[in-house]
């Protein structure tokens, strides 16, 4: 597994590994997981300790221009984009954070270094 796999999918949730055990030695920008057709959810991210800090982003895409052989469609952002803060943990704490509505790209990143190993996990959930 890596950094933005999707774990597991039913016919009404999905899970995802936002960040899967990333060493905090260095910071890191996480990977965007696109959350089409996915109403709610919830972040969760464990490990961080010291100094270590770990943000939860979401950004609804950017529009890639259309091209004679593809339409314009919804991307993710590059990785390196922060996209908006949802939440931020306290340097050494782990993150629970609900999101409603869910944006349509979810990551986390580690934005302060420390000590620890990061494993944080979306769960996504339609609309009922």
Not at 19 to 43: F, I, M, P, Q, R
Not at 65 to 71: H, K, Q, R, V
Not at 100 to 107: A, C, M, N
Request: with cysteine; hydrophobic share 45%.
């Amino acid at each position: 597994m890596a950094s933005g796999d999707k774990i597991q999918r039913s016919q009404g949730s999905f899970s995802a590994l936002l960040l899967d055990g990333v060493a905090t030695g260095a910071t890191n920008d996480g990977v965007w997981v696109d959350t089409e057709e996915y109403a709610s959810g919830t972040v969760v991210a464990l490990g961080a300790a010291t100094t270590t800090v770990v943000t939860v982003n979401g950004h609804n895409g950017v529009l890639q221009a259309a091209s004679g052989a593809n339409p314009a469609m919804l991307i993710a952002p590059a990785n390196n984009v922060v996209g908006s803060v949802i939440a931020t943990g306290a340097a050494g704490a782990a993150v629970y954070q609900a999101l409603l509505p869910l944006p349509r790209f979810v990551k986390c990143a580690i934005t302060a270094t420390g000590t620890g190993t990061i494993s944080a996990t979306l769960m996504a959930r339609k609309a009922t």
